[in-house]
């Protein structure tokens, strides 16, 4: 599972025990920590939340993120790895992942970039991306769920990429592709991982105060690919 090797990943960049060394939560959803570290890494899949409630009350569950302590606290982060299944789409069970932003960023009734913290925009969330597909369909399609997540929110939902820029191409990007039809996507997720792991380390190790900080991995299975 691709998403619990991110997790595996960055708790091992962060210095935290991951849900299979004894952190809290296992399997497709849980989240690691420890006592000697306020660095919280989550893993959830995407049809687990409501992304409605997400992106326009981010804070409202978390207890540590006071008003006194908000700009000593690194941004948060949230990394998506999704499938691309039929015409480009997300498997139905995730759909309202993209569906839900959609309409977000479209609602009169919604602030334009809820996600900016326009207090402290060092404080905006972070996004980056994964996506799996194949060569062999329609080009404008290939790791197209991947792709517009980050649009969707950054571009108009007023959070910032992860490694910065707009870059889409494979590995090192905010938005990192694998191809099944050429068999590479295992490696470029490695790439990719490594890329993230820099930035992310950058931005939460170094003894930093990180409370209230996800990194959050989600998504589902493409069609004959277990990810």
């Not at 060394?21 to 939340?49: A, M, P, T, Y």
């Not at 409501?50 to 700009?71: C, K």
Request: glycine share 14%; proline share 6%.
């Amino acid at each position: 599972n691709m998403a619990v090797q991110l997790e595996t990943y960055l708790c091992k960049k962060l210095g935290v025990k991951s849900s299979e060394d004894g952190g809290s939560g296992s399997g497709s959803s849980g989240s690691s920590s420890d006592s000697s570290s306020k660095v919280k890494v989550q893993i959830c899949r995407v049809d687990e939340l409501d992304w409605w409630d997400e992106v326009l009350n981010p804070d409202e569950d978390d207890e540590n993120n006071s008003a006194s302590n908000s700009t000593s606290l690194p941004p948060p982060v949230v990394l998506f790895v999704l499938p691309t299944w039929t015409d480009g789409a997300l498997p139905p069970t995730s759909q309202p992942l993209l569906t839900s932003l959609h309409e977000i960023s479209t609602d009169w009734r919604v602030s334009p970039h809820p996600l900016r913290n326009t207090d402290h925009p060092a404080q905006t969330l972070h996004v980056a991306s994964f996506g799996v597909g194949s060569s062999a369909y329609d080009p404008d399609t290939f790791c197209k769920p991947a792709k517009d997540v980050v649009e969707l929110l950054c571009d108009k939902l007023g959070g910032r990429r992860l490694m910065g820029g707009k870059s889409k191409s494979k590995g090192g990007g905010c938005v990192g592709m694998g191809d099944v039809e050429s068999g590479d996507y295992r490696e470029e997720f490695r790439m990719w991982m490594d890329h993230v792991g820099e930035a992310v380390e950058g931005r939460h190790g170094g003894g930093a105060a990180t409370s209230g900080s996800d990194c959050c991995g989600g998504g589902g299975k493409q069609a004959g690919q277990d990810l």
